[in-house]
């Protein structure tokens, strides 16, 4: 199992840049891929983006393309999100997730291991 911890959340205006990280401690290596997710209040978990642990294979919502950038650090262990050109709509609390699935998958149920969350907040 690998603990997961995302930080690097906060309040931006719309138009800004933040950037989420999200910290993997045990076997990160032993996941296929690890991937971000949000989720907003009543609304279910939405897949973001994902990168496979070995290589640079990425694939993203479409509704993120162009504006947001996964990237990882293997030596870090360590994943990251780079959201530039945020707008209001992208409020949420967004997730890291490791999975197992060797498919480019962006179903939530296909990721077993998850992070508490971190809040970001894009202001009109």
């Known amino acids: 199992q690998v603990q997961l911890a995302e930080s690097g959340g906060g309040l931006v205006q719309a138009g800004g840049s933040l950037r989420l990280s999200c910290a993997a401690s045990g076997r990160a290596s032993s996941y296929f891929a690890m991937g971000w997710f949000r989720q907003v209040p009543g609304k279910e978990r939405e897949f973001v983006a994902a990168i496979r642990w070995i290589g640079d294979f990425t694939y993203y919502a479409d509704s993120v393309k162009g504006r947001f950038t996964i990237s990882k650090d293997n030596a870090k262990n360590t994943l990251y999100l780079q959201m530039n050109s945020l707008k209001p709509e992208d409020t949420a609390v967004y997730y890291c997730?490791?999975?197992?699935?060797?498919?480019?998958?962006?179903?939530?149920?296909?990721?077993?291991?998850w992070g508490q969350g971190t809040q970001v907040t894009v202001s009109s």
């Open positions: 997730a490791a999975t197992l699935v060797i498919i480019a998958t962006m179903n939530a149920a296909d990721f077993s291991s």
